[in-house]
Nanobody
């Protein structure tokens, strides 16, 4: 059984940095493309960014981001820990949301912005940025 778990959320001030981690059991997350999404209060869940897996699209760690976070957020892999991390810098109050990571079911599948691309979701971790 596959389980995905996010960690690292918290309360920070505007301009601060925070690093989220996404760990998985039941699969080797480094082999799969992985997406990060977020949901702010009263809003739809939205795409943040995605990174390619070791096989298929984006192998070698290619990542892309939503425009609102480009240049501030970075997705990377820690193969030793079997995690996919989201480094968030220059945080803004509008970054406040529950952050989710997600993994597709098929190895090598180029999961992207579409939430339907993903089969496995974590429970989310809260990030709150105060002004």
């Amino acid at each position: 059984q596959v389980r995905v778990v996010e960690s690292g959320g918290g309360l920070v001030q505007a301009g601060d940095s925070l690093r989220l981690s996404c760990a998985a059991s039941g699969l080797t997350i480094s082999l799969y493309s992985t997406g990060w999404f977020r949901q702010a209060p009263g809003k739809e869940r939205e795409f943040v960014g995605a990174i390619g897996g070791t096989i298929g699209w984006g192998r070698g760690g290619t990542a892309y981001y939503e425009d609102s976070v480009k240049g501030r957020f970075t997705i990377s892999r820690d193969n030793a820990k079997n995690t996919v991390d989201l480094e968030m810098n220059s945080l803004k109050p509008e970054d406040t949301a529950v952050y989710y990571c997600a993994v597709p079911k098929t190895l090598g599948f180029a999961a992207g912005r579409d939430q339907n691309d993903y089969a496995y979701w974590g429970q989310g971790t809260q990030v709150t940025v105060s002004s």
